[in-house]
């Protein structure tokens, strides 16, 4: 039986047969919610691990040559395409 929220009507004398069924339903809905809460949280853990990317290296010459900002540049997208998957 699905929840049905008219139920019981007001001033209707409480059938325990009909609030059974009542509590049942909403308890399968319940169940079911949580089990796609529970898959949700499992996909997003695996989704939300820490990037790899290192550190920057801080070495850099002042001003930084063009092989500096290549490397800040290769360091930038390895980090961005990590994030984006």
């Known amino acids: 039986m699905a929840f049905d929220p008219t ?3 007001n001033g209707a004398p409480i059938v325990a047969a009909e ?3 009542q509590f049942n339903a909403l ?6 919610q949580q ?3 529970i898959a949700l949280q499992s996909a997003l853990a695996s989704k939300a691990t820490k990037p790899t ?3 920057l290296d801080p070495g850099y ?4 040559t063009y092989a500096d900002l290549m490397n800040i540049q290769s360091f930038i997208n390895d980090l961005v395409q ?3 998957n």
């Open 61 to 64: 010459a002042d001003p930084p």
């Open 35 to 37: 089990a796609q809460i």
């Open 82 to 84: 990590q994030l984006e």
């Open 19 to 21: 609030l059974r069924n």
């Open 27 to 32: 308890k399968a809905l319940i169940d079911a």
């Open 7 to 9: 139920k019981p009507a």
């Open 53 to 55: 990317a290192g550190e």
